[in-house]
Structures are given as C-alpha cells and as structure tokens.
C-alpha cells in the first residue's frame, strides 16, 4: 500500500488500495449481446419487408411501419455498438474502511456504465411513444410534450448513472427521471384513452392492451436500474440479461404485435393530417 494523504497531522495517514476493482461484463454479458444484436437485424429485416408489401398508393398504412423499423435499427446498432465494446464507460465509486491503530483504507471500484443504451433509448422510446400517440389519434401538443418529458427522462437517467454516490446528485437525477416518467405516463392515460375512445371500441380496446403491455415492461426498467446501477446489487452480467430480455419485449414483440394488429384491422390507420398521413403533394 502506498500513503497518499494524510487527513490531519496527528491521526494516521490514508493509504489507497493500489489494485482497483474493475467490474465488467464476462463472456455470458458479451454474448448476450450478440445475440440481441441478431435479434435486432432480423426484426429490422422482417419490419422494412411488412413495409415494401404495402402498396405505394397506401403510405398512410406504411407510418407505423416505418417509426417501428426505425426503432430496431436504432437497437441494432446500439447492440453492435455495445457487443464490440463501445458505448460503455466506467463509473467510479471509493469505499472508505476505518481502522483504529492501522491507517484507514481506500478502494477503488469500477463499474462498466454502458451509456450506449441512453443513446439508443433516447432515440427509440420518443418513436415507441410516437406509435402510441398516432395509434391514439392524440394531438400534436401532447405528442410534443410526451415525447419532451420522455427525453428528459432518458438523459436525467444518463446523469443519474454516473452521478456520485452518497450526495444528493444521483438519486436527485433518478428521483426527476421519475417525475418526467410520470408525465409521459399522464399523457398516455389521459389523453391517450381520451382520443382513442372517439376511435371506436376495436381500436380502443387494441390501445388499452398495447399501451397496457407497454407501461408494465417500461416501469420494469426504472426497478433493474435502481437495483444494479442504483443500489449496485446485481453484477454487470444480470443487468444484461435483464436489459436484454426488456428490450426484445419492448422492441420487436412490441413492434410485431403493432404491425400485424394493424394489418388486420384498417381503423388503426393514422388520422392526424396531411404531413403524417397523406403525402405532401398528395392532396390536390
Ligand atoms: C431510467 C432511470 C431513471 C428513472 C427512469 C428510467 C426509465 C427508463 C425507461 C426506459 C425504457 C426503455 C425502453 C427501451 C426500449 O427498448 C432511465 C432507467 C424512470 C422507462 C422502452
């Protein structure tokens, strides 16, 4: 051990463990994400190829199509980004042990923060949210303001995962993510089954089950964060794994449901205006 500082003159000086504590994914977190890299691709595949089987002259039909194969995309890339070892930083907490007649002691750990998913997650979960709001025929304030507290929540998680331990900052940051979360969930309850009930028992009914299914898996995230990157009881390896499973149900099995569902039934076709539905010069 090597003596780096002394905290008053008369008390014994802080030594620092000279060998940190690195704590990382092990080959079952790496392969985990390769294999939801493969998922990703093959959903994106799938999506852009329901996409194509829609006929030219029926863009309004393609819109959801198009956001939900962005949203694999984006995973995809994020899971290649990951897979490789990019994306991923280290966030830095020193445990103090005091001793009464020895010098206190220090160690330093290192967790692997993957902030790649904050990338894709503040990409994805506004398009996630644009399929519900358009499914829900909901105004364009509202979409605005869901898709606005959504990326507050994304990036105060972001702050919040590197935030220092033991001051306020992280727990400050998790604690806003969780009100910004609260608003998107108000406007999908409120104004969403609001809107969609003008829609018709069939779409109202297919919004309640999906928004239903999405709020479930989206709430899980908040409670995995809180266990491995919060309170740091679960290894980097779990968190993975849990992250993995999370993301196919919100992602592709979201996404499918979404497409074929919309196949099947021509009342969920996107009503809000020329821009998103008609084509521009489409309409003269
Ligand atoms: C964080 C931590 C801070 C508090 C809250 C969070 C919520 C995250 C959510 C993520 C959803 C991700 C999805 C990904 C798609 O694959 C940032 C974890 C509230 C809701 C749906």
């Known amino acids: 051990t090597v003596p ?5 003159p008369t008390s014994l000086p802080t030594v620092t463990n000279p060998v940190p504590e690195y704590q990382k994914a092990t080959e079952t977190g790496e392969r985990t994400l390769w294999v939801v890299f493969v998922v990703m691709t093959i959903a994106m595949i799938v999506f852009s190829g329901m996409s194509w089987s829609v006929p030219i002259a029926d863009q309004s039909k ?3 199509h198009i956001v939900t194969t962005l949203i694999v995309t984006f995973a995809a890339i994020s899971y290649f980004a990951m897979a490789t070892g990019h994306g991923i930083g280290y966030h830095h907490v020193r445990i103090t042990e005091q001793h009464e007649h020895v010098p206190d002691t220090h160690k330093d750990i290192y967790r692997a923060v993957y902030w790649a998913r904050y990338v894709d997650w503040s990409l994805t979960t506004p398009l996630l949210l644009l399929d519900l709001c358009l499914l829900a025929g909901m105004n364009g304030g509202n979409i605005l303001l869901a898709v606005v ?8 998680g972001l702050f919040a995962a590197f935030g220092s331990e033991g001051t306020p900052q992280k727990w400050g940051w998790y604690a806003i993510a969780c009100i910004a979360y609260l608003v998107v969930i108000w406007q999908l309850a409120v104004h969403g089954r609001h809107t969609v009930s003008q829609k018709g028992g069939k779409v109202a009914n297919f919004f309640a089950a999906i928004a239903g299914f999405t709020l479930i898996i989206w709430t899980v995230y908040p409670i995995i964060w809180g266990i491995a990157d919060g309170s740091r009881n679960m290894n980097v390896d779990e968190e993975i794994i849990s992250y993995a499973v999370l993301d196919i149900l919100a992602k592709p099995v979201f996404g499918a449901w979404l497409l074929f569902t919309h196949m099947s039934m021509p009342e969920t076709t996107v009503e809000i205006g020329g821009f998103w539905s008609q084509g521009l010069g489409n309409e003269g």
């Open 4 to 8: 780096t500082s002394s905290s008053s």
């Open 62 to 64: 393609r819109l959801y």
């Open 149 to 156: 507290a959504d990326i507050i929540m994304i990036l105060t």
